[in-house]
């Protein structure tokens, strides 16, 4: 009695902007075809950003790796193919054209201790130094440059000198 292959993690490329489309669709093409017992999980991670229009604030979701769909699988010709026939999706990345290579141990728990780190807390759009040059694009300051001297997060605001 042999022990079933183990399932190794695989980068997927997508077009850009249809990764959550290719992953679902993906899933679909799993089921349709009862292959569940050579794939585990299909993701595309992502974390919850924080930005401000128009004077809201709005969360958004920011993909970590845009345009790439990660697929748990064992892989054989039939997974291969099955992969390779879901609409939109380019190709396998790394390894051979017809034989990709598996993403490390190393890279799937350093991926997948950066979506624990993600928490409930959404992280601001852009970061910002002290010390960086900026350029107000609104209010009464409006084309200015300055210099970024403090930044509190909690609050989404920065204290700019402005020269």
């Known amino acids: 009695m042999s022990e079933a292959p183990k399932k190794r993690w695989y980068v997927v490329q997508a077009f850009s902007g249809f990764e ?44 970590f790796f845009p345009g790439y769909v990660l697929v748990q699988m064992v892989m054989n010709d039939a997974s291969w193919h099955l992969v ?20 490390s141990d190393k890279e799937v728990d350093a991926i997948m201790n950066r979506l624990q780190q993600v928490g409930d807390k959404p992280r601001p759009k852009t970061l910002f130094e002290p010390g960086e040059m900026v350029r107000v694009n609104d209010g009464p300051f409006a084309d200015f ?10 609050k989404s605001r920065l204290k700019v000198s402005v020269s």
Do not use: C, W
């Not at 669709?25 to 229009?53: A, Q």
């Not at 390779?84 to 993403?103: C, L, N, Q």
């Open 20 to 63: 959550g489309r290719v992953a679902t669709s993906l899933r679909e093409h799993i089921k349709l075809h009862n292959m569940e017992d050579l794939f585990g999980e299909v993701m595309v991670p992502t974390e919850e950003v924080v930005e401000i229009r128009g004077g809201q604030r709005r969360k958004s979701e920011r993909k």
């Open 145 to 154: 440059n300055g210099v970024v001297e403090e930044v509190d997060y909690e």
């Open 84 to 103: 390779r026939s879901v609409p939109r999706v380019m190709g396998f990345i790394g390894g051979t054209s017809d034989r990709p290579a598996p993403i």
